[in-house]
C-alpha cells in the first residue's frame, strides 16, 4: 500500500501530476472534488463558490474536515490498487491526517512554480475564474490557502519538483515518482 499526497499553489502542476498518474492506471482522489460536491450540495456553483466552500467546510468541520471527507474514498481505492494519489492537500493539518492513518506508506510531494508562470497556466486551462490581466484572484486564492497552511504542509513534503521546465520533463519527473 502507498499513498502518493500532492500540495502546491494553484496553477504549479498539482493536475498534470494526477494525469501522469491516471495514464499509469493510478486511482487519483481530487480533495477538491469533495470540496466541488460539498458546493452542488448547497446549491452552488462550485466555479464560483470554491474557496468560500472550502473555508466554510474547515470552519464548521474543523481544519482536517476535507482530508477527513477524503479518506474513505482514499481507502475504497487501496481497496483494489497498490498505489493511490491524493490530489490537493491545502494544509499541514491535512498532511497530519493522511500521516496519521497511512504512517510510512504516505509520501507527500510538493510541486512549486512561480507566480507568473502559474497565472499564464491558469489563463490557458480557462477553468478559473481567474483575473487572466492582473491574477488579482489567484492572489487572493494564495493568501487563503496559505491561510489554511499550505506553506506549512509544502514545507513537510519528502519530495520537491521545481516545475519550471518543460512539459515533458515535468511528466518523465511525475513519473519516476509514481512508479518508485
Not at 150 to 160: F, I, K, N, R, Y
Given at each position: 500500500?502507498?499513498?502518493?499526497?500532492t500540495v502546491?499553489?494553484?496553477?504549479s502542476?498539482?493536475?498534470?501530476?494526477a494525469a501522469?498518474?491516471?495514464?499509469?492506471?493510478i486511482?487519483?482522489?481530487?480533495?477538491?472534488?469533495?470540496?466541488?460536491?460539498e458546493?452542488?450540495d448547497?446549491?452552488l456553483?462550485?466555479?464560483?463558490?470554491?474557496?468560500e466552500?472550502?473555508?466554510?467546510l474547515?470552519?464548521?468541520?474543523?481544519?482536517?474536515a476535507?482530508a477527513?471527507?477524503s479518506l474513505?474514498?482514499?481507502?475504497?481505492?487501496?481497496?483494489d490498487?497498490?498505489?493511490?494519489?491524493?490530489?490537493?492537500?491545502?494544509?499541514?493539518?491535512?498532511?497530519e491526517?493522511?500521516?496519521?492513518?497511512?504512517d510510512?506508506?504516505?509520501?507527500?510531494?510538493?510541486i512549486e512554480?512561480?507566480?507568473e508562470?502559474?497565472?499564464?497556466?491558469?489563463?490557458?486551462?480557462?477553468?478559473?475564474?481567474?483575473?487572466?490581466?492582473?491574477?488579482?484572484?489567484?492572489?487572493d486564492?494564495?493568501e487563503r490557502?496559505?491561510?489554511?497552511?499550505?506553506?506549512?504542509?509544502?514545507?513537510?513534503a519528502?519530495v520537491t519538483?521545481?516545475?519550471t521546465?518543460?512539459?515533458?520533463a515535468?511528466?518523465?519527473?511525475a513519473?519516476?515518482?509514481?512508479e518508485?
Amino acid at each position: 500500500m502507498r499513498v502518493i499526497g500532492t500540495v502546491g499553489l494553484a496553477g504549479s502542476g498539482k493536475g498534470e501530476f494526477a494525469a501522469v498518474a491516471e495514464r499509469l492506471d493510478i486511482p487519483v482522489v481530487t480533495m477538491g472534488d469533495v470540496i466541488r460536491a460539498e458546493c452542488r450540495d448547497r446549491g452552488l456553483d462550485p466555479a464560483d463558490h470554491h474557496g468560500e466552500i472550502a473555508q466554510a467546510l474547515r470552519e464548521e468541520n474543523g481544519p482536517a474536515a476535507v482530508a477527513e471527507r477524503s479518506l474513505p474514498l482514499l481507502e475504497a481505492a487501496l481497496a483494489d490498487h497498490e498505489t493511490v494519489l491524493v490530489d490537493g492537500i491545502r494544509s499541514d493539518v491535512e498532511v497530519e491526517t493522511f500521516q496519521q492513518r497511512f504512517d510510512e506508506a504516505f509520501t507527500l510531494v510538493s510541486i512549486e512554480a512561480p507566480f507568473e508562470l502559474r497565472v499564464e497556466r491558469i489563463t490557458e486551462r480557462g477553468r478559473d475564474n481567474t483575473d487572466t490581466d492582473s491574477g488579482e484572484q489567484l492572489r487572493d486564492r494564495d493568501e487563503r490557502e496559505r491561510g489554511f497552511g499550505l506553506d506549512d504542509a509544502m514545507a513537510q513534503a519528502d519530495v520537491t519538483i521545481d516545475n519550471t521546465g518543460t512539459l515533458a520533463a515535468f511528466r518523465a519527473r511525475a513519473e519516476e515518482i509514481l512508479e518508485q
